[in-house]
């Protein structure tokens, strides 16, 4: 069954066309996603399908009976209700409902209606039908429902009778997300659903919206999040909507081998038509050849040339840099705690971090993630315990709220007025590499939206020349494409990373350490954000094996499993260690071995600065490679004591 159709869409802003003859299509129980850059259209284009705004021509078809429930982005409750009594809103339907049961209930039990074989039929017969209807609506279920929806949503009982309107914007919008889904509509239709949540949370969505028996309409930049939902991508690219079948990383996928298909087609369409415009160039002034070069101009016109494909759209293209190398400890936090007026949020943190190590702070929100890289970075003070920084730590932070963006001026100032010494064509080439060409330079810094922002900030990190890189949700405000473009970045970059982020996807991607944190101590894991989870799964299983009643002949049985599990688990950990010290020991004596090479060219036998810098490359590889080497024995020693 159908439930949205969407033919021929065309809509303009300004005498611009945003989306030009859209088609679209969703039946009952599709995941659909739509995908594309900041500013292609994805919300408008959902925004028409809502109804909250017109096209300009082109048809909307949706079944009268069809309900559509649509969550804006950053949208949420204002209500003097409590968080209880405003979810029960939803089911004011029910509400009535029963109302009527109780009343005929009631009327059952008067003698007057009792006594009436007539009246007492009619009323029975009304009550079965209210019973039958009441039970097909869930009314048994409805408030059951409610507190699970809340809990996912991370509302528990004690909150439900605090007042809608003295919650906190992000709670606002999770309470309008748990409205929506409560709601039950028949096409589901989110923007961007996922701001707002923290990790768990967007697990429990994930699992919520698989089991949804209605059809979801999305736009999201969570790659992890669309992966685990969607299996439609339409892309959202130059005005028009482009269909896919498969998740988000099916939609790369299969985009790529499009673009490389039709990249080939176009070059070859372009050859031909270059090998045309020359004959007709060198023969249509001839008299024995003009009639040809006619017949081939006509051709020319008539031919339906095929445009470039879609793929070249500009991108920021930027990488990070060092000034010098910090020592191999970085950063030593004991006994930590954190917090604000005396009152910690969390406590009794230990970390440790060296030099390369990519490290993301996970958990709940309120824990205090942005809180500890600020106290990190010096900009707020700790209440309690020690932090210690290693030799050349020089740290380069970015503030998810945009805070390191302190000018009232122009793009252009911001940049200039913290690097005076550098010359305008300098400033300007660099805000080109982050997308700001023209007169966007000129614009106020306060007029941007959250991607330019975002942008903005990153131009100013990768001035900075840090060798530490501490991020608070970095990809906040980017689109796909510039995501991956600062993944490639942070690859490529020689230091350290430390960052706090919800988005899954770029956890994996950057991750080699993922530290858990907790109200009263933070829990280390060796690997990404899937290792992150395969060791919380082992943990649970590991913890219900415990707890679970035994017969008492088994219990030392159990506990020699349980000892022989852990041991495999730390074989498993130490094996995984060692491995990647191996890779990277085999990385460094590429690199070694390539320098070498280089000190034995000959144009080089008598360029004694660059012999130097040459050896100096090999000797910093060297260090760091006996330092890998060394925590490699110390790991097999280690693994050979199991």
Known sequence: MIVLQVNEITKSFSGTNILENVQLEVHQRDRVALVGRNGAGKSTLLKIIAGEMSADSGDLIIPKDVRIGYLEQHSGIDSSLTIWDEMMTVFEPLHAMERRIRALEEQMANPEVYSNPDEFSRVTAEYDTLQTEFTNANGYQYESDTRSVLHGMRFYPEDYDKQVNLLSGGQKTRLALAKMLLSKPDLLILDEPTNHLDIETLGWLEKYLVGYEGALLVVSHDRYFLDQIVTIVYEVARTKVKKYVGNYSTYLDEKAKNYERDLKRYERETSERKNIEDFIQRNIARASTSKMAQSRRKQLERTNWMDAPDGDERSAKFSFSIDRPSGNDVLTIDALAIGYADKPVSKNLHVRVYKGDRIAIIG??????????????????????????????????????????????????????????????????????????????????????????????????????????????????????????????????????????????????????????????????????????????????????????????LATQEVQQDDEKEKRRQERRLTRAIAEIET??????????????ELEREDYAEDHVKLMEIQAAIDLLQNTHDEQAEQWLELQDELEQL
């Open 584 to 597: 990277e020991i085999a990385t460094l004596d590429e690199k070694i071995a390539h320098l070498q090479s």
């Open 364 to 553: 709940p929100n309120g824990v205090g993630k942005s809180t500890l890289l600020k106290t990190i970075v010096k900009k707020h003070d700790f209440l309690a315990g020690d932090i210690r920084y290693g030799t050349n730590v020089q740290f380069g932070y970015y503030d998810q709220e945009q805070a390191t963006l302190i000018g009232n001026g122009t793009v252009l100032e911001e940049l200039w007025n913290e690097w005076p010494m550098m010359n305008e064509k300098d400033i300007r080439g660099i805000l080109g590499r982050f997308l700001f060409t023209g007169d966007d330079v000129s614009k106020p810094v306060t007029s941007l939206s959250g991607g330019e922002k975002a942008r903005l900030s990153l131009a100013k990190l990768m001035l900075q020349r840090a060798n530490t890189l501490v991020l608070d949700e970095p990809t906040n405000h980017l689109d796909l494409d510039s995501k991956e473009i600062l993944e490639n970045a942070l690859d490529d970059f020689p230091g350290t990373i430390i960052f706090v982020s919800h988005d899954r996807y770029f956890i994996n991607r950057i991750a080699t350490k993922v530290i858990e944190l907790h109200s009263d101590e933070a829990t280390e894991y060796l690997g990404d954000y899937d290792y992150f989870l395969e060791k919380k799964q082992e943990q649970a299983e590991f913890h219900a094996d415990h707890t679970a009643t035994i017969p008492s002949q």
